[in-house]
């Protein structure tokens, strides 16, 4: 079935054997990845496509190769994986432009060592971060009118259940938030309207997966059986967790729906199983919707309670408490095995489940999940308005705005498009409706998948992006740590073209692609942000209270405000440092020798750090950014006295 775009929804006897995943198909996903030993690429063993597109791709118009000072058309948001941060891509290029610092010391901005870093990350009573690590999966950018509106954007790190913001017109890290009696927080995405008060058309919430059960309160080893998860919802302006919702099986993936009245998680561990044999025992597991104003009704009326030390509202979700629609808050939608991936389709009607274990997708028709609620349909599971096979190993899925989907199948190596509405067709029994529209072979083992505008209303069809786990041979080799294998296809055309493949360091997970237009960067501060800038050079100076010592300078290049400054050894010294400098591009950098100082001040940005002065000595600051001429001369001595 490589490649083989003549397999059509109608095919059935070639799926019949390969229904479900089963032990022995899992056996085949382990095998799958140690055959990257081998030269047989693993699992289904595609071919190697050809790594320069076709010209087809160039007649469409879709070049990844700008010219030298050609701008790209499109920003790409990408997780940035262990590395903690999110990284900013311009496409259709796929050149890295930023990496924004949130979860992980960053040594470039001095993130985690500033202050005001420090002050977002969280740290512990001595001073010292609280965290330095992270596990970034999920980015999802603010919302108005169903598009996104460049405000915001949001990303999660899984270890330490963590939500960080993104300002999106300086494109820095402005918050962090910690989701309380949450273990595995995974799936994120943004609301895009208000259920209620049709005013509010932009996002004002975010919604967040918890992946593991735990007891809870987390307290002492208790049977696994009683461990469960929380589903929790996120204030987008305050940051502050509003409430959150007790499951049965755990949250994966989250989506949300266009008109703001429905959020859903896929569930692949709805046996609550502690070992993998026990999480896939079962040959359906759920997609689980949650009624968002039936639950902030409920939070409202009072009818909840708290988790241990935790103020946040919790309210009921589970199965037992959710047996009446009229009241429920939860619906729990049956699907194959082990999902994984929720995604809405532009046209605003589907979530779309990818099966993982199961070979197929699932499409809910979100109307018919609303209908059950109101109680005028009584057959929930009737709102799978198909589910259909699609390919092994089924992940997550992206959209074209022309009624096509395109799943990534992990196990073959494949992306395949297919048309939701023949699938449609083809579930309620039109066996000639032929779903499967094209099959493409990535290099290899693709997990996310997106699309330019995908996961809006604007979806354009233009670029589709996938991030491939395995690079195995698609670049040169550097030691046993691969490049991971991201991939950019024409996806403008009936068939896909590969165009390009982009070596990067693991693991990004998931990623978002729009318009460059949609964001209004600014490239200089405002003195005014930061309560403590050092607005005039004749402020500066060292001022000394008892063992404390505030040293204040600011930068122009090719000088700072201080040519020397003197301290004792045994200072608590927080130095602060405002950039003057308010031209365009102009940033310099602080280093201290031996004193584990280095950051750096955007044009009009303060910076302070905190250190204790050591050694009696002379150290030279100097600026690490090449900023000038006289970059190198820009220095200033830090005299530490007995
Ligand atoms: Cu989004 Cu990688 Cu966390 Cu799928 S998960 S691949
Ligand atoms: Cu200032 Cu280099
Ligand atoms: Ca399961």
């Known amino acids: 079935m490589k490649n083989d775009s003549t397999l059509s929804g109608n095919d059935t006897t070639a799926w019949g054997r390969r229904r479900f995943l089963n032990t022995a198909a899992l056996t085949g996903l382990t095998l799958g990845a140690a055959a990257c ?62 990496r924004i ?60 259940s963590r939500i960080a913001r993104i300002r999106l017109d300086y494109f820095i890290c402005d918050k962090i938030t910690q989701l309380p009696n949450v273990q595995g927080f995974h799936g994120i995405f943004p609301d895009k309207r208000d259920p209620v008060d049709p005013a509010i058309n932009y ?17 002492g080893i208790e049977d696994a059986d009683t461990y469960r998860s929380l589903f929790s919802c996120v204030d987008a302006e305050t940051m502050e967790v509003r409430w959150q919702v007790l499951i049965d099986g755990n949250c994966d993936l989250v989506a949300t729906s266009y008109d703001g009245k429905l959020a859903a998680s896929n569930q692949y561990n ?75 389709s532009p046209d605003q009607k589907y979530f779309i489940c990818a099966g993982k274990l199961s070979p197929t997708a699932t499409v809910i028709e979100l109307a018919k999940v609303l209908e059950w609620f109101d109680g005028t ?20 899925t992206a959209f074209d705005g022309r009624g096509n989907a395109y799943t990534t199948l992990f196990l073959d190596s494949q992306i395949v ?32 998948i997106n699309g330019s505008q995908s996961e809006t209303v604007a979806a354009d069809g233009k670029y589709l992006a996938v991030g491939c786990k395995f690079s195995k041979d698609r670049f040169l080799p550097v030691g046993p740590l691969h490049a991971e294998n991201e991939q950019i296809i024409d996806m403008s055309g009936e ?5 390009a493949d982009h070596p990067v360091r693991g693991e990004p997970h998931d990623f978002i692609i729009f318009k460059r237009d949609l964001v209004k960067p600014k490239q200089v501060y405002d003195l005014d942000d930061f309560p403590n800038a050092i607005k005039d050079p004749k402020e500066s100076g060292v001022f000394r209270n008892g063992k404390k010592v505030t040293v204040k300078m600011t930068s122009q290049a090719p000088a700072f405000s201080l040519r020397e400054f003197k301290v004792k050894k045994g200072d608590e010294v927080t130095l602060i440092l ?36 050591g050694e009696p000595g002379v150290y030279w600051c100097y600026c690490t950014h090449f900023c000038h001429a006289l970059h190198l001369e820009m220095r200033t001595r830090m005299i530490v006295e007995a």
């Open 578 to 613: 405002t950039n003057l400098d308010k031209i365009e591009d102009l940033t310099h950098g602080f280093a201290i020798p031996n004193h584990d100082v280095n950051f750096i001040v955007n044009p009009l940005e303060t910076a302070s750090v905190t250190f204790t002065a």
């Open 37 to 98: 030993t081998d030269k047989q690429p693993a699992a289904s063993g595609p071919t190697a496509a050809p790594a320069v597109a076709s010209n087809a791709a160039h007649a469409s118009g879709n070049d990844t190769h700008l010219k030298p000072g050609e701008l790209d058309t499109y920003y790409g948001l990408w997780s940035g994986g262990h590395t903690g941060d999110m990284r900013v891509l311009g496409l259709p290029s796929g050149r890295e432009l930023l």
């Open 203 to 219: 996002t004002t919430r975010v919604f967040c997966g918890g992946e593991f059960g735990i007891p809870l309160p987390n307290a």
């Open 417 to 448: 498009k297919w048309n939701v509405d023949a699938a449609i067709k083809f579930h309620a029994g039109d066996k000639n409706a032929k779903y499967v529209v094209d099959r493409l072979d990535v290099q290899y083992q693709p997990g996310h």
């Open 270 to 344: 709805t046996e609550m199983g502690a070992k993998y044999e026990d999480m896939m025992s079962a040959e359906r597991d759920a997609c689980i919707f949650f009624n968002i104003a039936r639950i902030e009704e409920a939070v409202k009326a009072g009818k909840f309670k708290t988790i241990g030390s935790s103020k946040v509202p919790v309210v009921d979700g589970t199965h037992a408490a959710n047996k009446d629609p009229k009241t429920a808050l939860t619906a729990h939608v049956s699907v194959p095995k082990n999902p994984h991936g929720v995604n809405a």
């Open 101 to 160: 610092p949130c979860f992980v010391p960053d040594a470039l901005v001095g993130w985690g060592h500033t202050n005001e870093s420090k002050a977002i990350m969280g740290t512990k009573p001595n001073g010292a971060l609280r965290y330095t690590v992270g596990d970034t999966h999920h980015t999802h950018a603010s919302y108005k009118d169903g598009n996104y509106d460049g405000r915001y954007a949001w990303i999660n790190d899984k270890i330490n």
């Open 377 to 396: 349909r009584e057959d929930l599971d009737s709102s799978i308005v198909a589910e259909v096979e699609i390919g092994l190993g089924p992940l997550h």
């Open 495 to 499: 068939k896909m073209v590969l165009l």
